[in-house]
């Protein structure tokens, strides 16, 4: 459990460090917060302060207010925050997402004198490195505080260039039979990761208009995307012939999506790890569904801890029970479950449309991702 003397604890803001009187990721806002990544259940508006990574700055700018005061801290710099030292390290999730390491200075500092806060993160092989975020960078420390959005055996993600050839094969076959293809992935970090693999060789490439000025900062950063037009009226009579449109969940159904339907009308599929559990895709009435995620799987979140060296292990969002129990029985680790506004990434209420990072969505609703964990654990031993 966590105790009172932690260097880090959970508050009704969300994480506190007193030592160095800030916030990490808070869910209401404070005086000073540090941002692990732009998405909305890590970013709170109204902060009267923010420290990120310089493309997190970038990113806050664009969804919170370009007046904010934030302030940019490149990966690996250690500054003095109170009686702590703060440094980012790249988290691999989306562009600009760190990890928090915060050390203890204070005299007599005890034995979990240095955390760190793992934020959302994703372990790509050197050979996969998705190039639209910085590669993963394991953080020694103390204690570590980790997500656990996909914390079940039966998560384990395949192949990029694979989820590629199935993508492209998919957007291809359903051009050649006048159909337009709608892929579904939230606007900023799952819409870039799919932009880069997508080939332009098969047809126009439009994007939902939630997504051209975040990608923006990606390009502004040296992550270089295709050419995609705003799908909109406009551009509609082009993306019916054999296009793509990349779109955040909430805009797949209604009029703005059927604009879009080419002589033999829509395709539309998901592209998330949830994809990952058996019938997932038919609650969503969806026409496909392809696995890619910017979180760990079971595995990578289990080689992370490792590696980190902590002997006290934090698990918070998704399966973090679940988590504490297996790294308890099966690693010796002191782990506990870190209370959470959030449940697996998919609390609806606190995100706002589009920003839901890997949140499933439809029958089980916005919160879902505990309904389809639940399916994931009945399956695991099979998938395991």
Not at 270 to 281: D, E, I, P, Y
């Amino acid at each position: 459990m966590p105790r009172s003397t932690d260097l880090i604890t959970p508050t009704d803001r969300g994480l506190w460090c007193a030592a160095g009187n800030f916030h990490i990721d808070p869910w209401r806002p404070v005086e000073r917060a540090v941002v692990t990544h732009a998405h909305a259940d890590h970013a709170c508006p109204g902060c009267e302060h923010y420290l990120a990574s310089p493309a997190t700055c970038d990113l806050l700018r664009v969804r919170i207010g370009p007046d904010i005061d934030a302030t940019p801290l490149p990966f690996g710099k250690a500054i003095t925050q109170g009686d702590t030292r703060v440094s980012l390290h790249p988290a691999g999730h989306i562009l600009g997402s760190a990890q928090v390491r915060v050390e203890d200075t204070r005299p007599g500092a005890h034995n979990d004198g240095t955390w760190c806060v793992s934020g959302d993160y994703k372990v790509d092989p050197p050979q996969q490195q998705d190039p639209t975020a910085e590669r993963f960078e394991p953080v020694r420390c103390d204690a570590f505080i980790s997500e656990t959005t996909f914390a079940l055996p039966i998560y384990r993600w395949p192949d990029r260039a694979r989820v590629a050839r199935e993508i492209n094969a998919w957007w291809r076959a359903n051009a050649e039979a006048g159909r337009t293809s709608v892929l579904l992935a939230y606007s900023l970090g799952k819409a870039q990761r799919v932009l880069r693999l997508l080939d332009p060789a098969i047809g126009p490439i439009g994007v939902h208009a939630s997504i051209p000025k975040l990608s923006a900062v990606y390009e502004r950063h040296g992550v270089v995307l295709p050419e995609a037009v705003t799908a909109n009226a406009e551009s509609a009579p082009d993306l019916k012939n054999g296009g793509v449109i990349v779109a955040p969940p909430s805009a797949s159904s209604g009029p703005w999506v059927r604009r879009f339907a080419g002589p033999e009308g829509l395709r539309i599929a998901m592209v998330s790890g949830w994809m990952r559990v058996r019938g997932r895709r038919r609650w969503q009435s969806l026409d496909h569904g392809f696995v890619l995620s910017d979180h760990a799987d079971w595995q990578g979140l289990l080689d992370s801890i490792e590696a980190t060296g902590a002997a006290r292990v934090g698990l918070t969002h998704g399966s973090a029970s679940i988590m504490a129990r297996y790294l308890a029985e099966h690693a010796s680790l002191d782990a506990f479950v870190v209370p959470t506004r959030y449940t697996g990434e998919g609390d609806g209420e606190n995100k706002a449309d589009g920003d839901e990072d890997e949140a499933p969505t439809g029958a089980a609703g916005e919160a879902g991702g505990d309904a389809v964990n639940d399916q994931a654990a009945s399956e695991a031993g099979a998938d395991a």
